[in-house]
């Protein structure tokens, strides 16, 4: 099929930088603010602190502000930043017990001095043992017998020095009792973790450690319920097809199974010699054999031979849980981001991998105060190894009597648990450069069962499975429409005649290679978004494998620009945006891959100035915009980049990026009224016909890495000149102002011209003629 055209060269705009502190300035009476803050810093210094191994003369505390203050403020009040959440809530470090800044508060009380500081100051509060509470600790509690496993996250540094510093503080207070030790250390300046093994008395003296950050127990990888189902092994038949290697990083596949042999190229891991492995699960040959059989079921139903497509490389990270069989954990000899650093930069580095699918996760929600390490690890490496990598947003549990962790029954109150904090993303699904994947329902309906016996599939086919965790991710905008980014095909639930919770029924769930014991069960039935994942990864390295100078920011414009929503997916979902649960829909392979005689895809890969502003001309040709009687036709825009990260920072983005398109006016006049926007300016100098009313809305996507946006038309607009422009505007947070290492912004910009009632001419071959210039580099074959 035809390949993708690229849009010609664009034009660069400078653009004049914007101040970024947000919120509103307000006016206060010294007097009286001043007194109620420095009522508030006595009560934090003056709080009760249980450690018994010392006295530590740091605080930590929390100040909340109305917008923000500059750094130079915190630093000349004695305070170190920490770290910032979305609602402007600073963690600070003081040295000196808050005397710095109870000596400047008291200046504010007396002669109002320092008002452009203490005036944004809403409260100041202590950062103390509930604060540093993570996830685990509840179910363990403070009071227990004999040593228990805990992560120690540390605050993030900036330097080597402090961090070592850090971690030490930690250290000596673990060695205080003999019968505690360290099992991990991995300290950085901007990560640093210890996993100890504790008492209940050391486990209150750590909460009082003013270096930490959070106390856990190790994370717990979501575990995908799943049951048997018998296929004939002699009637398999398997055919292979060229296409991209995924890199899999879980637990080892086995290489002996007949759907797998000769398609796992490697399977590694990077333990030490010494640590001992558990037995060999099912869930990494399950979720290879979802990349490897992308037309398994179709296949399946017609009786056809199976299609193998592409390959695998597998670093194993993942191993069946010695107290619990039945479910996974994360190895033990390294901390979750770790491992998956490792096994990445390995894939890489010695296979050159660059699509890789984690079907792992933490087992919480996600709690929208920090990304954890995790997350951010998976964003940097993105950036920095150029990859694509492809994330599930985790499985919601559902409890016997068919409930959801909100409370919510799963039929009845559908879909109002989807938007609840308890179904929320759980980590790495907020990875703001990966691409997280949420799951629908391949199949409506139980197989043994039929629904006249009171067996009910959950949701409908191309519905949104129950168990799919929602949006959005982290950022700012209430209204964001960053998580997830795509859905795919993951499976069901089923609730039988009496009310109770049925998993895996066969005929609901997805169906892949798995593997038992007597070798007699070659497929398997499962369910969660472990296996909606793999699916969108397949299509990535098909990509990947099509255009190899693609970068990643392409293949994941590409996948954003090809999905299509599931008609499911229209249902009511309440007063909640429905890109929360479905993404911007299923990619579709064949139009990520090609375009057509009705649908033509153009596509840019470059770079940008940082704080400016680019225009690509893009060719609309006449047959286009005349169209037919029979329907409407669509520009769809997809943009994607890849901007540094900071979790402790309150825009976790270091740059933000927007696009728009522009009709009717020539190329001079567009340039010079976009030299005079301000990017920082909700007020478009453009407004009117002239500019394309695009949905969703840009504040939509401030923050999104991959923003997909499009227009539809009925009526002619043949008036309009034949080229329109696509407008590219970028913006860096202010943390990020002057880094020398983010001066150029890299993007992807993907721009679809689609007319599918257009049947008396060749939209393809129009665009070739006005653009004359050669179609993107591609791998045929």
């Known amino acids: 099929m035809p390949q993708h055209f690229q849009l010609p060269p664009p034009q660069q705009v400078p653009s004049r930088r914007t101040s970024q502190a947000g919120g509103k300035k307000p006016t206060r009476q010294p007097g009286a603010h001043g007194g109620h803050l420095k009522q508030q810093l006595t009560t934090v210094v003056q709080k009760p602190r249980r450690l018994d191994a010392g006295v530590d003369p740091r605080l930590v505390f929390k100040i909340s502000a109305q917008s923000r203050p500059t750094k130079e403020t915190f630093s000349n009040r004695g305070l170190k930043?920490?770290?910032?959440?979305?609602?402007?809530?600073?963690?600070?470090?003081?040295?000196?017990?808050?005397?710095?800044?109870?000596?400047?508060?008291?200046?504010?009380?007396?002669?109002?001095?320092?008002k452009s500081f203490f005036d944004l100051i809403e409260n100041i509060e202590p950062y103390g043992p509930e604060d540093r509470m993570g996830p685990g600790i509840d179910e363990t509690g403070l009071e227990y017998k004999g040593q228990r496993t805990f992560d120690v996250a540390i605050w993030p540094s900036g330097r080597m020095q402090e961090a070592q510093i850090r971690a030490t503080t930690v250290e000596d207070v673990v060695a205080l009792s003999a019968d505690d030790s360290i099992l991990l250390r991995s300290i950085t300046p901007r990560r640093s973790y210890l996993r100890v093994s504790v008492s209940s008395k050391t486990l209150n003296d750590l909460l009082d450690v003013s270096v930490i950050e959070a106390i856990r127990t190790p994370p717990v990888p979501y575990l995908d319920f799943r049951d048997w189902w018998s296929a004939d092994s002699q009637s398999l038949q398997r055919e292979t097809k060229s296409g991209g290697v995924v890199g899999i990083l879980d637990?080892?596949?086995?290489?002996?199974?007949?759907?797998?042999?000769?398609?796992?190229?490697?399977?590694?891991?990077?333990?030490?010699?010494?640590?001992?492995?558990?037995?060999?699960?099912?869930?990494?040959?399950?979720?290879?054999?979802?990349?490897?059989?992308?037309?398994?079921?179709a296949e399946l139903r017609a009786v056809e031979s199976l299609t193998a497509v592409g390959a695998v490389r597998s670093v194993r990270v993942l191993e069946p849980d010695p107290r619990r069989p039945e479910t996974s954990r994360f190895a033990t000899f390294g901390f979750p981001h770790q491992?998956?650093?490792?096994?990445?930069?390995?894939?890489?580095?010695?296979?050159?991998?660059?699509?890789?699918?984690?079907?792992?996760?933490?087992?919480?929600?996600?709690?929208?105060?920090?990304?954890?390490?995790?997350?951010?690890?998976?964003?940097?490496?993105?950036r920095e190894l150029d990859i694509v990598v492809v994330v599930p947003t985790g499985n919601a549990p559902i409890t016997f009597q068919a409930e959801t962790p909100s409370g919510h029954h799963v039929i009845d109150d559908k879909p109002h648990y989807f938007f609840s904090e308890e179904h929320r993303l759980s980590e790495p699904a907020p990875a703001a450069l990966a691409v997280t994947v949420g799951s629908i329902a391949l199949s409506g309906a139980s197989a043994e069962r039929p629904n006249q016996y009171g067996w009910r599939a959950v949701a409908e086919a191309d519905e949104a499975s129950p168990f799919s965790r929602s949006g959005p991710g982290l950022g700012t905008?209430?209204?964001?429409?960053?998580?997830?980014?795509?859905?795919d095909y993951g499976g069901n639930a089923v609730v039988n005649d009496s009310g109770h919770f049925v998993p895996n029924e066969p005929g609901a769930s997805i169906v892949t290679p798995s593997f038992r014991a007597d070798g007699q069960r070659l497929l398997s039935a499962v369910n969660g978004t472990s296996f909606a994942a793999p699916a969108v990864a397949r299509v990535a390295a098909d990509i990947a494998d099509a255009y190899p100078n693609a970068s990643a920011n392409l293949i994941r414009s590409l996948l954003g620009l090809s999905a299509k929503f599931p008609k499911s997916a229209t249902?009511?979902?309440?007063?909640?945006?429905?890109?929360?649960?479905?993404?911007?829909?299923?990619?579709?392979?064949?139009?990520?891959?090609?375009?057509?005689?009705?649908?033509?895809?153009?596509?840019?890969?470059?770079?940008?100035?940082?704080?400016?502003?680019?225009?690509?001309?893009?060719?609309?040709?006449e047959i286009f915009r005349r169209g037919t009687n029979a329907g409407e036709r669509s520009i769809t825009v997809s943009l994607s980049f890849d901007p540094p990260v900071r979790r402790q920072r309150r825009e976790y983005l270091a740059g933000t990026m927007q696009v728009d398109i522009f009709r009717d006016i020539d190329a001079d006049s567009l340039r010079e009224m976009l030299a005079k926007q301000d990017p920082g300016d909700p007020q478009p100098l453009i407004t009117g016909r002239q500019r394309l009313k695009l949905t969703p809305g840009s504040d939509s996507f401030l923050s999104s890495t991959l923003q997909v946006r499009s227009w539809s038309r009925r009526k002619t607009f043949v008036d309009d000149s034949d080229t329109f422009y696509v407008v590219v505007t970028h913006k860096t947070q202010t943390w990020a102002r002057d880094d020398p290492e983010y001066m150029r912004q890299r993007y992807a910009l993907c721009v679809c011209l689609e007319d599918q009632h257009l049947v008396e001419a060749d939209l393809y071959q129009t665009v070739s003629q006005q653009l004359q210039i050669p179609i993107r580099a591609r791998v045929l074959g």
Do not use: C
């Open 81 to 114: 930043v920490l770290g910032e959440t979305v609602d402007y809530t600073y963690f600070v470090l003081t040295e000196d017990q808050g005397a710095s800044l109870a000596t400047d508060l008291e200046k504010y009380t007396k002669t109002g001095n320092l």
């Open 251 to 297: 637990d080892s596949p086995h290489l002996e199974h007949p759907l797998l042999k000769g398609l796992v190229l490697s399977d590694e891991h990077l333990a030490p010699d010494s640590y001992g492995w558990q037995r060999q699960g099912t869930h990494g040959t399950e979720v290879a054999g979802r990349i490897l059989y992308p037309h398994l079921h």
């Open 339 to 382: 491992l998956v650093e490792d096994g990445i930069r390995h894939l890489h580095s010695k296979y050159g991998v660059r699509v890789f699918n984690l079907s792992l996760g933490y087992a919480e929600a996600f709690n929208d105060l920090h990304v954890g390490a995790l997350t951010e690890v998976i964003d940097d490496l993105v």
């Open 477 to 487: 905008n209430k209204r964001r429409l960053n998580k997830p980014e795509v859905v």
């Open 571 to 621: 249902n009511a979902e309440g007063d909640h945006p429905i890109s929360w649960v479905y993404g911007y829909g299923r990619p579709d392979r064949e139009a990520a891959l090609s375009s057509n005689s009705n649908r033509v895809t153009l596509t840019y890969d470059g770079d940008m100035p940082v704080d400016t502003v680019q225009i690509h001309p893009l060719p609309v040709p």
